[in-house]
């Protein structure tokens, strides 16, 4: 049967790539979801495997050749009669792991669908290695997008086959991330990848794709490469070991009267570390390069301004301090705090002035009918906007509890894209660190942010006498494309009012 190998699918931000290498040539035989051609673009190097056992029949784009999304790049045949047309000598020795194999269904492992506001991600940590036995479920392989991690399970009993995408490599949505071998052991598994490695020398089959890469940079050939990983399997920290060895074999034998002196140490010593000043060099993660790029596109397009204003914290903290226990009894073990307050009053102030809750999508400016406010998170990974949905219909329990779901979901990494799409309004609270003022940075497209700080005992003027009163600075940042100077004066002072008096949050005047 006749194939069609095409370019992948390019996201709408790629509109070309260019042929980099053919791994395999015309009339070689190929196995299914072997690695046979990459498609090099402006932001990734993309691998096409075989769509099934066979061989290549004609190359129709060669390398340097730019191709477009699905463009066709050779004609494929696909059965085993080609195969052993091809390769009648490799045919015997290759008979006893693909039957091995035909007992085990083989399935793809797939990248996630992302959402259309994510185009790609990046392989961040694979959990399962080649060979070795997943449970249905298991957690296999972790995949960081710009805004969260996803998790990708196993789909079923089995073990991984091939690992398609390589730690650090981007993938594309629903992009194949490896072969899964399903109702195969890890005992089963290895004398496939073992046979294979000893027969034939195949690059691909020995070794993933990071180490082929490694390999690759080295100028190493599989024959000078032992693998230690499952069925002998080449890893990367194999291939640095075979490049310590050549270089050992390659430099020069010095005189015997220098080779006595403890020279080399010595040299190698201040290369290292001279004076106890150590520099760590570790990759941005995605999620922080997002925010890094967001934040300075928010100062740069936004006519962005910040008004101050400071609120008595006394009432919210009598409140809260006479009915903790029971709001504590009364709703399950969960915590009364001052984030539902503030989430309270805000969802009020919104409603007052709709142009402090609206969004500007291009030249539109969006307003909302409804009030759904993000609450900042900070965890391991950076900064974490999960969003409260429909707060205006929300108890002050319900905010307190939806508020420590994402903060323990943040902390674990479960949060998803889900909740954190949308917004139409966020609160930081820097106070939670020590922050007695700052200006928080706009989250677009939304029009304004307020942030909360630390509570401090200052000394205030009341009726005329000098007291000692807990207070609070208050920020709003806010975009004066969207709203005028005013609106964003009397949004805040309404909030203000509102937590110096917190009765008016039940009454809603």
């Known amino acids: 049967m006749s194939i069609e190998i095409k370019a992948p699918v390019f996201p709408e931000s790629v509109a070309d790539g260019t042929v980099a290498t053919w791994h395999k040539q015309p009339g070689e035989a190929c196995s299914r979801d072997e690695h046979i051609v990459d498609i090099e673009t402006d932001k990734v190097v993309l691998e096409v495997v075989a769509p099934a056992d066979g061989v290549i029949q004609t190359i129709l784009k060669g390398e340097g050749d730019v191709v477009l999304s699905a463009e066709v790049l050779a004609v494929f045949v696909a059965g085993d009669a080609a195969v052993a047309a091809d390769a009648p000598a490799a045919a015997p020795v290759a008979a006893a792991p693909v039957a091995a194999a035909a007992s085990t269904e083989s399935v793809e492992i797939k990248a996630p669908v992302f959402p259309e506001s994510v185009a790609d991600g990046t392989v961040a940590a694979w959990h399962k290695q080649p060979g070795e036995l997943c449970e249905r479920d298991e957690h296999i392989v972790d995949i960081e997008t710009d805004k969260v991690v996803l998790e990708v399970v196993a789909p079923a009993a089995g073990v991984i086959g091939n690992v398609l995408a390589a730690e650090g490599d981007t993938v594309l949505s629903a992009q194949a991330l490896a072969t899964f071998l399903v109702g195969a052991t890890g005992s089963s598994a290895a004398p496939v990848v073992a046979t294979v490695d000893a027969t034939d020398g195949d690059d691909d089959a020995a070794a993933g794709p990071a180490a082929r890469k490694a390999m690759a940079e080295a100028g190493l050939t599989l024959a000078q490469v032992k ?9 990367k920290e194999d291939v640095d070991a075979a490049q310590k060895q050549v270089a050992a074999k390659v430099a020069p034998a010095p005189a015997a009267p220098v080779k006595a002196a403890p020279v080399k140490p010595a040299a190698a010593a201040p290369l290292a570390n001279t004076d106890g000043r150590v520099e ?15 934040l300075v596109e928010a100062q740069q397009t936004a006519a962005m301004l910040t008004t101050y204003n400071e609120v008595d914290m006394g009432p919210v903290m009598e409140l809260r301090k006479k009915y903790k226990d029971l709001f504590l009894k009364t709703h399950n073990g969960t915590k009364l705090g001052f984030m539902s307050f503030f989430v309270k009053a805000v969802t009020e102030s919104l409603k007052a002035f709709p142009a402090v809750n609206a969004s500007i999508d291009g030249n539109d400016m969006v307003y909302h009918g409804y009030q759904d406010i993000g609450v900042a998170v900070s965890t391991s990974r950076g900064l974490m906007v999960p969003v409260l949905r429909n707060t205006d219909s929300m108890g002050l329990a319900d905010i307190e509890s939806g508020i420590m779901d994402y903060a323990i979901r943040g902390r ?3 949060l998803g894209l889900d909740d954190m799409q949308g917004g139409t309004f966020t609160i930081t609270n820097g106070g939670t660190f020590g922050s007695l003022m700052s200006t928080p940075i706009l989250n677009p497209p939304q029009t304004a942010i307020l942030g909360m700080h630390k509570i401090q005992d200052r000394p205030m003027a009341v009726n005329g006498q000098v007291v000692i009163r807990p207070m609070m600075y208050l920020a709003l940042s806010y975009d004066h494309r969207m709203i005028d100077g005013k609106e964003a004066v009397q949004f805040l002072v309404k909030v203000k009012d509102l937590l110096e008096d917190p009765a008016r949050l039940l009454l809603e005047v």
């Open 280 to 294: 760590k060099r570790v990759p941005m993660t995605r999620l922080r390069a997002t925010i890094a790029k967001r």
């Open 227 to 235: 693998g230690t990983g499952k069925g002998g399997r080449i890893t």
């Open 412 to 414: 674990d990494g479960k």
